[in-house]
Nanobody, 126 residues
Framework: QVQLAESGGGLVQAGGSLRLSCAASGRTFSNLLMGWFRQVPGKEREFVACIDSSVGHTYYADSVKGRFTISRDNAKITVYLQMNSLKPEDTAVYYC???????????????????WGQGTQVTVSS
């Protein structure tokens, strides 16, 4: 049974920073994507960033490029999301996700991912 434990959300002022963490357990996570999505009430869950475990390629949504950085520690099976220069529009519940190897879907499509965390709230005040 795969388990994802997220932490690091909270309330921050615009321009501030937060770091999210997601620790995975329960199986081998080699050669898999790990990523972050976010969702606000009434909207679809949207891709934020992901990273693969083999060569460390990273991918970002245009809305966060240059402000957010995704990284992973393969030894700890943990993925991080460093969020800088936060904006009120970044307010959302952030979800950690692990590749389900549904290769029909691209890395930015939530249907690609087979395992999800419980979500952590990030609130950015103006």
């Amino acid at each position: 049974q795969v388990q994802l434990a997220e932490s690091g959300g909270g309330l921050v002022q615009a321009g501030g920073s937060l770091r999210l963490s997601c620790a995975a357990s329960g199986r081998t996570f080699s050669n898999l994507l790990m990523g972050w999505f976010r969702q606000v009430p009434g909207k679809e869950r949207e891709f934020v960033a992901c990273i693969d475990s083999s060569v460390g390629h990273t991918y970002y949504a245009d809305s966060v490029k240059g402000r957010f950085t995704i990284s992973r520690d393969n030894a700890k099976i943990t993925v991080y999301l460093q969020m800088n220069s936060l904006k009120p529009e970044d307010t959302a519940v952030y979800y950690c996700a692990v590749d389900g190897k549904y290769y029909t879907y691209t890395y930015y499509d939530q249907r690609r991912y087979g395992y999800w965390g419980q979500g952590t709230q990030v609130t950015v005040s103006s």
